[in-house]
């Protein structure tokens, strides 16, 4: 167990790299697009939606990291409730399994539109890239996501020394 996640902790970089790809893309097009309008009054045409495709690109990729390393934004308003040490890991459990089950919907409901725009050959406007790769590739990031937050509830509830161990 300990050695998958190491394994793991060793191929999160991939995303993370995918990501920063994205958001150099993105800022080197939305440069040359500033200039571009400003100085010849002639636009990058595509510049929303490869914006649109970037950014999805970026949030989902690094998603299922964030989520398993408890990155992401957090409320605590029951953290008074909980406030020994044994109680805290089961709502933090609960909260990981909990939320890893509840994305299974999204999931679901992207993968059928991302179907849905296959089969209707939906493309974007400009550069006519297949909806359903942005679909699919959203709903697979959701899913690993999910995967990701159900594992680490698990380790929490049941291997809280393994977990933090290996956040070390």
Not at 44 to 56: F, G
Not at 62 to 89: C, M, N, Q, Y
Request: net charge neutral; hydrophobic share 55%.
């Amino acid at each position: 167990m300990k050695n998958l996640i190491n394994l793991m902790q060793r191929i999160s970089f991939l995303p993370v790299l995918l990501a920063c790809f994205a958001l150099f893309i993105l800022m080197v097009m939305t440069f040359c697009d500033v200039i571009l309008r400003s100085l010849f009054n002639s636009p990058i045409e595509a510049a929303t939606e490869l914006t649109r495709i970037l950014m999805a690109i970026m949030v989902f990729s690094v998603l299922p990291i964030i989520s398993a390393r408890g990155e992401h934004i957090a409320v605590d308003l029951t953290d008074g409730f909980f406030h020994r040490h044994r109680l805290e890991r089961l709502r933090d459990g609960a909260v990981f399994l909990s939320s890893g089950i509840m994305l299974f919907w999204p999931i679901h409901r992207v993968w059928l539109l991302s179907e849905r725009a296959q089969e209707y050959g939906d493309v974007t406007e400009y550069l006519s890239i297949p909806q359903f790769y942005i679909g699919g590739f959203i709903a697979l990031a959701t899913a690993i996501t999910s995967a990701a937050m159900i594992i680490t509830g698990l380790l929490r509830l049941f291997a809280p020394k393994l977990l933090q161990e290996s956040m070390q």
